[in-house]
């Protein structure tokens, strides 16, 4: 599949692969030479310098990058970030710093993984009821563990 893209800026790169196995192309950071660096709490927007045109059909999923999560704290607030098919402006990854400790985005820096993904558009049709199932009305760790971390177990 060819996905154009559009360089908005000369310092824009475009969306790489990190291996032959990798399933998110790499975005990164068009930042001014000092960088942008991202306080304790803070929540940013750093531009890609690019814009993409994804098939009909087809979304694109912002993703974040392991390594800036588990070394660093980044990470997307919004947990992933959608393109739309027919969404033609520039690429923008927010980030949010989990840590304590201030991070600096380097000009070029990946920043993001993109994942280009068909869309199953479905009809909703209501019902009066829905059919019964082993689970039933069972959620939030009704298949796993049975507490979450600090409930007060019951005597």
Same mark, same amino acid.
């Not at 969404?87 to 600096?104: E, F, I």
């Not at 019964?132 to 298949?143: L, Y």
């Given at each position: 599949?060819?996905?154009?893209?559009?360089?908005?800026?000369?310092?824009?790169?475009?969306?790489?692969?990190?291996?032959?196995?990798?399933?998110?192309?790499?975005?990164?950071?068009?930042?001014?030479?000092?960088?942008?660096?991202?306080? =304790?709490?803070?929540?940013?927007? /750093?531009?890609?310098?690019?814009?993409? +045109? &994804?098939? @009909?059909?087809? %979304?694109? !999923?912002?993703?974040?990058?392991?390594?800036?999560?588990?070394?660093?704290?980044?990470?997307? =607030?919004?947990?992933?970030?959608? /393109?739309?098919?027919?969404?033609?402006? +520039? &690429?923008? @990854?927010?980030? %949010?710093? !989990?840590?304590?400790?201030?991070?600096?985005?380097?000009?070029?820096?990946?920043?993001?993984?993109?994942?280009?993904?068909?869309?199953?558009?479905?009809?909703?049709?209501?019902?009066?009821?829905?059919?019964?199932?082993?689970?039933?009305?069972?959620?939030?760790?009704?298949?796993?563990?049975?507490?979450?971390?600090?409930?007060?177990?019951?005597?």
């Amino acid at each position: 599949m060819k996905i154009p893209f559009v360089k908005l800026h000369p310092d824009a790169k475009m969306p790489v692969y990190g291996s032959e196995g990798a399933a998110g192309a790499d975005l990164s950071a068009l930042c001014p030479p000092e960088g942008v660096t991202i306080q =304790p709490g803070q929540r940013v927007m /750093i531009p890609t310098g690019i814009a993409v +045109q &994804l098939p @009909v059909g087809y %979304v694109g !999923l912002l993703c974040a990058r392991s390594s800036l999560g588990v070394k660093f704290g980044l990470s997307l =607030p919004n947990g992933v970030g959608v /393109i739309d098919w027919d969404y033609r402006g +520039q &690429l923008q @990854v927010a980030l %949010v710093n !989990l840590s304590q400790t201030p991070y600096t985005i380097a000009p070029g820096e990946r920043i993001a993984q993109l994942l280009v993904m068909p869309v199953c558009r479905a009809e909703f049709v209501q019902a009066d009821s829905l059919e019964d199932t082993a689970r039933g009305q069972k959620g939030f760790g009704s298949t796993g563990r049975t507490s979450l971390p600090g409930d007060q177990e019951e005597s």
